[in-house]
């Protein structure tokens, strides 16, 4: 079963096509962190000084760390008045909030119109902690045009799985051997997975690694209700960044995951490589279009890479017990996964051999 699964990881992988996309993600990859990440960064610093790159990474960290700790109403009028003299934000040229830390960005969004913390956030929230949080917004911000590239590379490397063997006429040869219907079945969708799990491995585990290597950990006790780009202000729970990134990172592999299980079903329906890989693609990208009903978002793959989308309601009651909708979505996205995957491979075996 090992020999075959490797086999097959290999049919998937040794494709023309499939390296393509695997360079044209890793150029997509850097080109968006590039163009959202630490080297773009610019900061106007109290003295007046521009500061770009890494070195306004390190001012906008420090100067956050001076004001770190709970969100009260004094640390707001303190932060958003005192910080800057007239004279600097005059400089800035209508411009100071571009060029200004992050945290005085999300202050002038909230309190601008001189609301109380109590306003804006609700009990449920908790103990709102301020402090420094570009770099985890900025990765989840950019992280999601990645999922969406790392989708389209998993729908066009699974979906020959099946419907290759029915183009070129080899599903006779696999189907009537001696273990076709078992081992060759269960080796294709275990190879599937395992493609795409590895490829998340890759994208994920080096995405983390650019961000712990830039940013550190800085930011990661800071709650996710103070963000200066408003993605993650609606989420109704006591929650900080690292458990944010740890949310993103679960659900993002699970769409992964949930998505190569619809392109299986697919690939063993469809009797042409190129019909399963136009399937694939119009069931992954094509919902995105439609007006469809929350419940049936949250569980397709296109969506799952807002991971917000999942958080941004209240506990629901079952039971007697507290649940985040959260882990209703992931629980029934992975058991959509194994019925897909099940269905795939039973599909493959009761395929008619010519």
């Avoid at 699964?5 to 590039?34: C, H, M, Q």
């Avoid at 040229?93 to 202050?107: A, N, R, T, V, W």
């Avoid at 080796?187 to 994920?204: D, E, I, R, T, Y």
């Avoid at 009903?293 to 991971?307: N, R």
């Amino acid at each position: 079963m090992v020999s075959l699964v490797k086999y097959e990881l290999y049919k998937i992988g040794n494709r023309k096509t499939v390296w393509a996309l695997l360079v044209f993600l890793a150029f997509f990859n850097a080109f968006t962190y590039w163009g959202l990440g630490p080297l773009r960064e610019s900061v106007l610093t109290t003295e007046g000084e521009m500061l770009e790159g890494v070195e306004a990474v390190k001012y906008m960290q420090e100067f956050d760390r001076q004001y770190a700790g709970a969100l009260t109403d004094e640390k707001v009028r303190e932060v958003y008045r005192y910080s800057y003299s007239p004279e600097v934000i005059e400089k800035a040229e209508g411009k100071f909030l571009h060029y200004s830390p992050d945290i005085i960005q999300y202050l002038d969004g909230a309190f601008s119109q001189g609301e109380k913390v109590e306003d804006v956030f609700t009990p449920e929230m908790g103990e709102i902690y301020f402090g420094y949080h570009r770099g985890n917004a900025m990765f989840l911000f950019y992280m999601m045009n990645v999922i969406l590239t790392v989708g389209c590379v998993i729908v066009i490397a699974i979906a020959p799985v099946f419907a290759e063997e029915y183009s070129r006429g080899t599903d006779a040869l696999v189907l009537t051997a001696k273990y076709g219907k078992t081992l060759a079945a269960r080796s294709k969708v275990a190879a599937a997975f395992l493609f795409s799990f590895l490829l998340w491995m890759a994208v994920g585990g080096g995405n983390v690694a650019l961000l712990l290597a830039v940013y550190g950990t800085e930011g990661w006790d800071v709650s996710v209700q103070v963000d200066f780009m408003k993605w993650n202000q609606s989420i109704p729970y006591e929650m900080n960044y690292a458990q944010l990134v740890g949310y993103a990172l679960l659900i993002w592999l699970i769409s992964c995951l949930l998505l190569t299980g619809m392109t299986l079903v697919l690939s063993a329906c469809c009797h042409t490589l190129f019909s399963a890989v136009v399937a694939s693609i119009a069931c992954y990208v094509t919902p995105v279009w439609f007006s469809l009903p929350e419940c049936l978002k949250l569980v397709l793959p296109a969506y799952q890479a807002q991971p917000q989308r999942a958080l941004n309601y209240g506990y629901l009651s079952v039971g007697g017990q507290k649940i985040m909708p959260y882990w209703m979505v992931v629980g029934v996205s992975v058991t959509l996964t194994f019925l897909f995957a099940v269905w795939a491979k039973r599909m493959f075996r009761r395929h008619q051999v010519m």
